[in-house]
C-alpha cells in the first residue's frame, strides 16, 4: 500500500513567519507532488504542483522536492491569517491513482 | 465557468435505499476521480476514470460502483447503502489521461445513511 504521510498539526505561526509544511511518500516512483489548501467544510483548492524534475516558486509559496529522502515541502513566506486552513499533499501513483496525505492544520496567529 | 458540479449537495437517506451522486464537469477533462473524506482519516480515492468507459479502483472501492459512459459525467453509484458509508464525497477532474495533472475539485456532498 503506497502511502503519504503528513504531520496533523496544528502547525502554529505568527503572522509574517515562514510555515514550512511537509510530507514523505513512500513509491520512490512517483512523478508528481501536489499541494492543496482546505478550509473547513469547502473542497480543495490547488496551491501548488510540482513534477520530479524541480522546485517551483509561486509568489509567497515554494514547493521543493528531496527525491532521495523520499518527502515534498511547501514554504509559505510572510504567513497571513487568510493562510490558516488544512494542507493536504497529494502524490501521483503511477500516473494512475493519487494519493492523499491527512493534511495539515495551519494556524497564522495575527 | 470551468466547474465541476456535484449533485446532490446534501442528502440523508436509509440503510438499503439505492442511490446516485452526479459529476459533471465542463473542461472536457480525461481524467476524474471519487474521493471521500472522514476525519482522521484524510481524502481517500474511491473509483477514478482516465477516460470514457475506463475506470478502475482506488483505495476504497467496497460499496460502490462507477460509470463513464460519456466524457463529461461520471456518476457515483451506491446500490445499498449502510451507515459507514456516511462521508463528505468530492468529484474531481483533470486534464489528461492520469493522475499527473493537478484536479479541480467539486463542491462536495455530504451524504448521511441512517
Known amino acids: 500500500q503506497k502511502e503519504v504521510e503528513q504531520n496533523s498539526g496544528p502547525l502554529s505561526v505568527p503572522e509574517g513567519a515562514i510555515a514550512s509544511l511537509n510530507c514523505t511518500y513512500s513509491?520512490?516512483?512517483?512523478?508528481?507532488f501536489f499541494w492543496y489548501r482546505q478550509y473547513s467544510g469547502k473542497s480543495p483548492e490547488l496551491i501548488m504542483f510540482i513534477y520530479s524534475n524541480g522546485d517551483k516558486e509561486d509568489g509567497r509559496f515554494t514547493a521543493q522536492l528531496n527525491k532521495a529522502s523520499q518527502y515534498v515541502s511547501l514554504l509559505i513566506r510572510d504567513s497571513q491569517p487568510s493562510d490558516s486552513a488544512t494542507y493536504l499533499c497529494?502524490?501521483?501513483?503511477?500516473?494512475?491513482?493519487?494519493?492523499f496525505g491527512k493534511g495539515t492544520t495551519l494556524s497564522v496567529s495575527s | 465557468e470551468a466547474q465541476v458540479t456535484q449533485n446532490p449537495r446534501y442528502l440523508i437517506t436509509v440503510t438499503g435505499k439505492k442511490l446516485t451522486v452526479t459529476c459533471s464537469q465542463n473542461m472536457n477533462h480525461e481524467y476524474m476521480s471519487w474521493y471521500r473524506q472522514d476525519p482522521g482519516l484524510g481524502l481517500r480515492q474511491i473509483y477514478y476514470s482516465m477516460n470514457v468507459e475506463v475506470t478502475d479502483k482506488g483505495d476504497v472501492p467496497e460499496g460502490y460502483k462507477v460509470s463513464r459512459k460519456e466524457k463529461r459525467n461520471f456518476p457515483l453509484i451506491l446500490e445499498s447503502p449502510s451507515p459507514n458509508q456516511t462521508s463528505l464525497y468530492f468529484c474531481?477532474?483533470?486534464f489528461g489521461g492520469g493522475s499527473n495533472q493537478p484536479q479541480h475539485f467539486g463542491d462536495g456532498t455530504r451524504l448521511s445513511i441512517l
Open positions: 474531481a477532474s483533470s
Open positions: 513509491d520512490r516512483g512517483s512523478q508528481s
Open positions: 497529494a502524490v501521483s501513483q503511477a500516473g494512475t491513482a493519487l494519493i
